[in-house]
């Protein structure tokens, strides 16, 4: 039984054009220990579908048609928010693309940290003893994101921190409760790039240390190159192509994910020659029927256009949804 | 700290001097002679022009506004033709029963207004969110005086639960004076009757007049909580457990209340400037009143010591508002 899995998530939320289908079917499972990358194009519903798991979606308005998200076996979008607010936090660690925005201005570092350490103990806010404990979590936490002198810089605000640091702590925040799955929406897209690396490598470091299950979404392979174990790349509100890093990457079925590996450049890569993917993303409020990706897919057929593409099961939890998954090449 | 402190108030010298120039000139130029009033239809011109020289108002007036300057750095603010009282000594007794009101008014708008604004944002659409809506757009189109007389109507005459007006009993003994302000200084006397009586006179033209910040701040308070619901930082608070109550109350409010804290800066002056009507309806022994009889007579004096002090009031509040910006945002603090 997989920590985490997502079954035939459908999510759709009403807007003045009508009700946009954002999610249309996501299947995803994420074990201990695994490192999952969710890639795709901005707009697909890989942040939608990371905040769902925690429940996070407004809904209504947001609607959810059909599917179910388990987590350890419970049945996330039936719980209560007293219940849902038990494991966020404690059992599910989120950390977000932006540190300058995701810290409270107004608030030293330490009062946030203690904030969400006393939760995750369940503590009473009010006990000494609790509270010397939180604070003693947090600064063992800053300590392993490698923040220096912790003890001090609890007494810190945000603005003194740099982008970086700030997301060491936003890092050491989701982690203080000891959480089984992490989710990290874009955690350093909004960082430097020299800066990138370090986060990541402090990133792949503690959740292997602790065997955390992770959620990763990004829209940048190299870093799901670089970290994941598996990789389920999205689009128009629907896996359509998952499995390992090496299949996925090595033996890319679907021509969406070929089309997103060849629009990478590497050094290979001669002046003029970079390939990217024509057209725009579907429209989210008239879907047409049949695959979603038959309009701009090279290969696409007329059999492409009259139904949705079910999962085709390559091996090793290999899975691809494109009806000429199986054809010969 | 302290240089900043120092810094904001040496910039009060330019203000002041630009102040007094203002209403000196304006309030010489205007037409009519206070001394011709003052002295009344019967008075002959020996008597007029031997009261003009009293009051110096033969001197050329650069002479005069000088005088005026250097009597005010000493403390002598100048003294009413009408009454013949030295100013000072009046605002010694108007200007605490007008900052007791506008005080009281603002304290009063801000406890009712704060939480009022933050249950319309979390209740956005719904029906407390639209009954705030409603009884604050409603409370800044009635005028005060109107509210003033309706208080009177229900809750002196029909229900008598509270004084007409007026500001303390004439028959009672009033706490020593210490700041001027009856129901502190009634406080500091120890004195508990005397401290609710002095609350029960000043509920009603407290109320009245804060019902127009009341609204604002209710407003304003609701505009900022929904955009701060809409910060980063909000949703990695829910993300990672923190408890709706714990977010909004202790996080989102502060982030809230700082936008809301210029309003109550500006709001403070406004009130203190516009207090005279609230102060007509109830009798209320304050600069309102002192400087409309001051100005239908053109007694030029009371009118500068009333503006002057209105304009250092105000100046005064709002470094304190400056500086509860340095408390609430660590940012500000450090620049």
Redesign the interface.
Same mark, same amino acid.
């Given at each position: 039984m997989a920590l985490l899995s997502i079954e035939n998530l459908h999510l759709s939320i009403p807007s003045f054009e009508g009700e946009a289908q954002i999610l249309n079917g996501v299947d995803l499972s994420v074990e201990r220990g695994q490192i999952c990358g969710l890639v795709g194009e901005t707009g697909c519903g890989k942040s939608l579908t990371g905040l769902s798991v925690s429940k996070l979606v407004a809904s209504p308005p947001a609607r959810y048609r059909q599917g179910a998200i388990r987590f350890d076996g419970q049945d996330i979008l039936g719980l209560s928010e007293g219940a849902m607010r038990a494991l966020r936090g404690r059992r599910i660690g989120m950390i977000f693309q932006d540190p300058t925005t995701n810290l409270n201005p107004l608030f030293r570092i330490g009062e946030q940290m203690v904030d969400v350490a006393l939760h995750s103990m369940g503590a009473n806010r009010w006990s000494r003893s609790a509270l010397s404990e939180a604070r003693a979590r947090a600064i063992a936490m800053l300590e392993r994101v490698g923040i220096q002198d912790a003890h001090n810089r609890l007494d810190d605000y945000p603005h003194q921190f740099s982008g970086g640091m700030r997301q060491r702590v936003l890092i050491a925040m989701a982690l203080i409760g000891r959480p089984d799955l992490l989710i990290a929406d874009e955690p350093t897209t909004a960082l430097d790039v020299s800066v990138q690396a370090q986060i990541l490598q402090l990133l792949f470091d503690i959740v292997r240390e602790d065997n955390i299950a992770v959620l990763l979404i990004t829209h940048n392979l190299g870093v799901v190159a670089r970290l994941c174990t598996h990789v389920a790349v999205m689009y128009a509100g629907r896996i359509i192509e998952r499995g390992t890093m090496a299949d996925v990457f090595n033996q890319p079925s679907h021509p969406y994910t070929r089309a997103l590996l060849n629009a990478v450049p590497t050094q290979k890569t001669r002046k003029g020659t970079l390939q990217g993917l024509g057209g725009s993303v579907p429209d989210p409020y008239l879907p047409h029927p049949g695959c979603r990706f038959a309009p701009r897919c090279a290969i696409a057929e007329a059999r492409c256009r009259d139904a949705v593409p079910s999962e085709t099961d390559l091996g090793h939890a290999h899975a691809v949804a494109c009806i000429k998954a199986g054809d010969p090449a | 700290m302290i240089k900043f402190i120092l810094r904001r108030l040496v910039l009060l010298v330019p203000v002041f001097v630009g102040l007094t120039l203002l209403v000196f000139t304006i309030s010489h130029i205007l037409p009519g002679d206070p001394v011709k009033l003052a002295a009344g239809p019967q008075a002959t011109a020996e008597e007029i022009a031997s009261l003009t020289r009293e009051f110096g108002m033969d001197r050329p007036l650069p002479q005069q506004y000088w005088h005026y300057a250097t009597g005010l750095l000493q403390g002598d603010w100048g003294q009413s033709v009408l009454t013949r009282r030295p100013v000072a000594a009046d605002l010694k007794i108007y200007l605490p029963a007008t900052l007791e009101l506008v005080f009281a008014a603002i304290l009063l708008a801000i406890l009712i207004g704060i939480p009022a604004g933050l249950l319309s944002a979390i209740t956005a659409n719904r029906w407390p969110d639209y009954l705030t809506r409603i009884l604050s757009l409603a409370s800044i189109a009635m005028p005060r005086f109107f509210l003033a007389l309706v208080l009177q109507l229900v809750f002196a005459m029909s229900l008598a639960w509270l004084p007409l007006n007026g500001r303390f009993p004439i028959i009672d003994l009033p706490p020593p004076t210490v700041t001027g302000m009856l129901t502190i200084d009634s406080l500091l006397a120890g004195d508990w009757l005397a401290f609710t009586t002095s609350c029960e006179h000043l509920l009603m033209p407290a109320l009245a007049m804060s019902l127009s910040p009341l609204a604002t701040i209710t407003r304003m308070m609701r505009a900022s909580t929904l955009d701060v619901l809409q910060?980063?930082?909000v949703?990695?608070?829910?993300?990672?457990?923190?408890?709706q109550s714990?977010i909004i109350l202790?996080?989102v409010l502060?982030?809230a209340f #700082?936008s809301t804290l210029t309003v109550i800066g500006l709001y403070i002056g406004w009130l203190l400037s516009g207090s005279v009507l609230v102060e007509t309806v109830f009798d209320w022994p304050g600069i309102g009143l002192y400087a409309t009889k001051a100005i239908v007579t053109q007694d030029f004096m009371p009118v500068m010591g009333v503006t002057l002090s209105i304009g250092f009031i105000f100046v005064l509040v709002n470094l304190v508002i400056d500086l509860l910006y340095g408390v609430? #945002?660590?940012?500000v603090r450090y620049q």
């Open positions: - | 910060q980063d930082y949703l990695t608070e829910r993300a990672l457990g923190l408890s714990l202790k996080y502060r982030n #700082s609430i #945002s660590p940012k």
